[in-house]
């Protein structure tokens, strides 16, 4: 079956939540593999290999869910070419920087770097990049029509997991069906018990992922029991005081605010709470 739906980013921004809560949906099918990677990493597999990911699955909305095609202008082009006119794509959105912090924690929990903030940002680019959605929600409107395009935010989903569950099956055409885990978080705070070890079953991971066992890796990722091997529990709360706000740090806000100003035209939501919060980090108190 083709899809007719995919969740194409950021990451960060609930893309483990939604998963859970589409795979318990009745009216929707996912592949055994959180993320396919097809249109940016795997697409010389050929589309009949993607299409073949889906068969068995029937429902209404069948698709994938994979944080990275928002940051990647060939996978958007490529999934313009690809998809049907009937296609939903979904985009959900975070506060930049603490978007930007949580990144960072993910960096720390699976053992790729211990620097601070401020230093990651030198090498890990994506903690910036991944946080400036102007230009790629732009460029997703632009190739995939602003009509098929559901842009929802993260802080919708930490206020109110319920109503946002609404949004998502608004969005996607399906029921809303009341009874689902809504409410259940992801712990972002949980940290290795070993570095080096997650460091190498993620090097294995990618590894299955190129001889074609994508599979294999989703039920891995997904046991519970993985987790719980992996990763000792710690606290969910993403905070702006979690980071020292150094001069580097208050440049990087105060861009992500003028980005603010301009998300809120180009997807008709408002962001003034984005903007209060970036104000308030770049303040010269903070810094």
């Given at each position: 079956m083709k899809p007719n739906f995919l969740y194409?980013?950021?990451?960060?921004?609930g893309s483990t939540w939604l998963h859970r809560l589409l795979s318990l949906h009745p009216d929707t099918g996912l592949p055994s593999s959180k993320e396919l990677f097809f249109f940016d990493r795997y697409f010389e597999r050929g589309?009949?290999?993607y299409t073949r990911q889906f068969e068995g699955l029937d429902a209404p909305r069948v698709g994938e869910i994979c944080h990275d095609y928002l940051y990647?202008?060939?996978?958007?082009?490529?999934?313009?070419?690809?998809?049907?006119?009937?296609?939903v794509f979904l985009i959900f959105l975070r506060n930049p920087y603490l978007r930007t912090i949580s990144h960072h924690r993910y960096?720390?929990?699976?053992?790729?770097t211990t620097r601070s903030?401020?230093?990651?940002?030198?090498?890990?680019?994506?903690?910036?990049?991944?946080?400036?959605?102007l230009?790629?929600?732009?460029?997703?409107?632009?190739?995939?029509?602003?009509?098929?395009?559901?842009?929802?935010k993260f802080e919708d989903l930490a206020s109110d997991p319920l109503?946002?569950?609404?949004?998502?099956?608004?969005?996607?055409?399906?029921?809303?069906?009341?009874?689902?885990?809504?409410?259940?978080?992801?712990?972002?705070?949980?940290?290795?018990?070993?570095?080096?070890?997650?460091?190498?079953?993620?090097?294995?991971?990618?590894?299955?992922?190129?001889a074609g066992l994508q599979s294999l890796v989703g039920s891995v990722k997904s046991h519970p029991l993985v987790e719980r091997l992996l990763f000792q529990g710690g606290s969910a709360r993403t905070s702006s005081q979690d980071a020292r706000v150094t001069p580097r740090i208050a440049d990087l806000v105060r861009q992500f605010h003028d980005e603010a100003?301009?998300?809120?035209?180009?997807?008709?939501?408002d962001f003034s709470d984005w903007r209060e919060t970036l104000e308030s980090v770049a303040a010269p108190d903070n810094q």
């Open positions: 194409l980013g950021g990451d960060k921004c589309t009949d290999w990647s202008p060939v996978a958007l082009e490529r999934i313009a070419d690809f998809f049907e006119d009937d296609a960096l720390q929990r699976i053992g790729k903030l401020d230093a990651a940002l030198e090498t890990h680019t994506g903690l910036t990049s991944h946080s400036l959605y230009r790629p929600v732009q460029q997703a409107i632009n190739l995939l029509g602003r009509d098929r395009i559901k842009v929802l109503q946002f569950g609404q949004s998502v099956s608004d969005a996607l055409g399906i029921r809303f069906i009341a009874d689902l885990p809504y409410q259940d978080r992801v712990l972002e705070g949980s940290s290795a018990r070993s570095a080096g070890l997650v460091r190498i079953l993620r090097s294995a991971g990618w590894r299955l992922r190129d100003i301009g998300l809120e035209e180009v997807c008709g939501l």
